[in-house]
């Protein structure tokens, strides 16, 4: 299975509730912060959801 590292690069700050719940799933919470994860369709959902607001890199 694929992994990729999300990493935070902008606030949440003015974004709507289900985005900043988002993160936190993603186990996102300050801007810098970074968490690999396998690649599922559940995360790649959640990826997609709030792409403005990560950067993705494939390991």
Do not use: C, P, W, Y
Request: no cysteine; hydrophobic share 40%; charged share 30%.
């Amino acid at each position: 299975m694929a992994k990729i590292k999300v990493t935070k690069v902008r606030s949440a700050i003015n974004r709507r509730k289900d985005q900043k719940l988002t993160l936190e799933a993603l186990g996102l919470k300050r801007i810098g912060q970074s968490n690999t994860l396998d690649l599922s369709k559940s995360v790649q959902g959640m990826v997609n959801k709030v792409n403005h607001l990560v950067t993705v890199e494939e390991i």
